[in-house]
Structures are given as structure tokens and as C-alpha cells.
């Protein structure tokens, strides 16, 4: 049998983790987040994380219709997750500048954002290198047989030298 079944990842369970840009990451997998990273709470496990690329692709072809390059520009990643509870993190989110009694119009702020997942000791981070936007991505329903949730989409801005997250992990995931 080719491959290793223990390389296969089934995540028990997850958070993720907003601050202020000025926020300090853990040092290492082993330390907790600090008191300036908040957690949205609950998560709706079966959406788990969606991680989608965007870049525009356009390949050059010689005459006769070789082709000779790909060139590639405009990369953009979001991470989208569900969240099921309503709390002053989730609220920062998804109505970004409103206040306890009343809501403005969102205009998405620069945070941190880091996604964690678990399955017994195996733990895996993902950090912003250098900050993301969060936005709602559809439509929230509130009625009397199902969760609230929101569906939030991430997109995520790399430093300068293109690094998109600092990863921290156990176990060799």
C-alpha cells in the first residue's frame, strides 16, 4: 500500500483567534494565545475552514500553438469559517465600528487572524503574517429551528516578502 494513513487529517476540533494588529504571536505551538487575541467561539464544524486562491492567469503561446509561459498576477487568498455565536468578537466581525446600541454601516477593519485546528495532540496554526479583512459572506437567518449563523470570508494580506501565515505545528503536520 503506497502512503501513511497517520499524514491523513481528520481536525476534532478548531478556533480561530482575532486581535488588534499590534497583537504578539505565540513564541511557539506550546504557548497559549495572548490576552489581546479574542476567540469567535463556536464554530460550525461540518463548514470547517475554506481555503480558496484567486490569481489571473494568461499563458503566452508561440506561433503555431506552443505554449511557451504562463504569466501570473493579482493573488489573493480568503479562508472562510461559520461562526454560531453571538458575542462582542463575532459582533467586531461582522458590524466593524458599531457599538452595543447601534450598527453602522461595516466597513471591514486590519486585524489578525489565526485559525487553529486539533485532533488529540496534534495541533496545527495558521497566523497572519501581516493582517486580514473579514467580511459576512451571505446571508444570516435567525428563526426558530436552526442556529444563527454567520459565514464570514477572510482575506488575507501578505508582508512584502509574500508570506501570507507563520505556522506553527505539532507532529510533523
Same mark, same amino acid.
Given at each position: 500500500?503506497?502512503?501513511?494513513?497517520?499524514?491523513?487529517?481528520?481536525?476534532?476540533?478548531?478556533?480561530?483567534?482575532?486581535?488588534?494588529?499590534?497583537?504578539?504571536?505565540?513564541?511557539?505551538?506550546?504557548?497559549?494565545?495572548?490576552?489581546?487575541?479574542?476567540?469567535?467561539?463556536?464554530?460550525?464544524?461540518?463548514?470547517?475552514?475554506?481555503?480558496?486562491?484567486?490569481?489571473?492567469?494568461?499563458?503566452?503561446?508561440?506561433?503555431?500553438?506552443?505554449?511557451?509561459?504562463?504569466?501570473? /498576477?493579482?493573488?489573493? @487568498?480568503?479562508?472562510?469559517?461559520?461562526?454560531? &455565536?453571538?458575542?462582542? $468578537?463575532?459582533? %467586531? #466581525?461582522?458590524?466593524?465600528?458599531?457599538?452595543?446600541?447601534?450598527?453602522?454601516?461595516?466597513?471591514?477593519?486590519?486585524?489578525?487572524?489565526?485559525?487553529?485546528?486539533?485532533?488529540?495532540?496534534?495541533?496545527?496554526?495558521?497566523?497572519?503574517?501581516?493582517? /486580514?479583512?473579514?467580511? @459576512?459572506?451571505?446571508?444570516?437567518?435567525?428563526? &426558530?429551528?436552526?442556529? $444563527?449563523?454567520? %459565514? #464570514?470570508?477572510?482575506?488575507?494580506?501578505?508582508?512584502?516578502?509574500?508570506?501570507?501565515?507563520?505556522?506553527?505545528?505539532?507532529?510533523?503536520?
Amino acid at each position: 500500500m503506497a502512503g501513511d494513513p497517520t499524514n491523513a487529517s481528520l481536525w476534532t476540533d478548531a478556533d480561530v483567534y482575532v486581535g488588534p494588529l499590534t497583537a504578539t504571536d505565540p513564541a511557539t505551538i506550546d504557548d497559549p494565545f495572548g490576552v489581546e487575541w479574542g476567540l469567535v467561539g463556536l464554530l460550525d464544524g461540518d463548514e470547517g475552514f475554506t481555503e480558496s486562491r484567486d490569481e489571473d492567469k494568461d499563458d503566452k503561446y508561440a506561433w503555431g500553438g506552443i505554449l511557451v509561459r504562463t504569466s501570473r /498576477a493579482h493573488f489573493k @487568498l480568503t479562508k472562510s469559517f461559520t461562526v454560531l &455565536e453571538d458575542n462582542a $468578537t463575532t459582533r %467586531s #466581525l461582522i458590524w466593524p465600528g458599531s457599538s452595543d446600541t447601534q450598527i453602522i454601516v461595516p466597513k471591514p477593519e486590519r486585524i489578525k487572524i489565526a485559525f487553529e485546528t486539533r485532533e488529540g495532540d496534534t495541533v496545527k496554526r495558521l497566523i497572519s503574517a501581516q493582517y /486580514a479583512e473579514v467580511d @459576512l459572506d451571505g446571508d444570516v437567518q435567525e428563526n &426558530e429551528t436552526d442556529l $444563527t449563523a454567520y %459565514s #464570514l470570508v477572510a482575506t488575507i494580506f501578505p508582508t512584502s516578502g509574500k508570506v501570507l501565515f507563520n505556522r506553527q505545528f505539532t507532529d510533523g503536520t
